[in-house]
């Protein structure tokens, strides 16, 4: 970084190799140190091509979802088996009859959910919040449900 930031001060504010003036060249620098301290945070991040595949054929079985935001999504009858959706905003959606076989919804915010008649055998539910969800069987879970409809 130190020589970076050398060869940056014997420019004296001139126009870089590239054209660029010495004020865009820090502005990138910003945004570089802003978005890897953003990705370094833990955040999950989803493939836009698996979720562009989920919203066209409803069929993602194995798919990287991971923190994507599926708010009130009608997924009813989708296949998400073994679907990566750790951290999912999927609070409002519908998923009655969805195959969730083995599918990680750890940390996925599930709340007012419907989940009836969904088949989560194996899912990973660990942290998910399930307050207001419609259970499998019909049952709503209770307001502070997490991980497990209560």
Do not use: Q, Y
Not at 50 to 74: H, V
Not at 127 to 133: F, I, R
């Amino acid at each position: 970084m130190k020589k970076v930031m050398l060869a940056v001060r014997s420019r004296k504010g001139k126009a870089a190799r590239g054209g660029m003036p010495f004020g865009g060249f820090l502005v990138g620098i910003c945004a570089l140190v802003i978005w890897i301290s953003l990705s370094a945070g833990g955040a999950e991040a989803f493939n836009p091509a698996d979720l562009e595949k989920l919203m066209k054929t409803r069929m993602c079985s194995r798919c990287d979802l991971s923190g994507a935001s599926l708010r009130e999504a009608n997924l009813g009858g989708a296949d998400l088996s073994e679907a990566n959706l750790a951290g999912a905003n999927l609070s409002g959606a519908d998923l009655n009859g969805a195959a969730l076989r083995a599918a990680n919804l750890s940390g996925a915010n599930l709340s007012g959910a419907n989940l009836s008649g969904a088949h989560l055998s194996r899912a990973n539910l660990s942290g998910a919040n399930l307050s207001g969800a419609m259970w499998t069987d019909g049952r709503r879970c209770a307001a502070g449900s997490r991980g497990k409809c209560e």
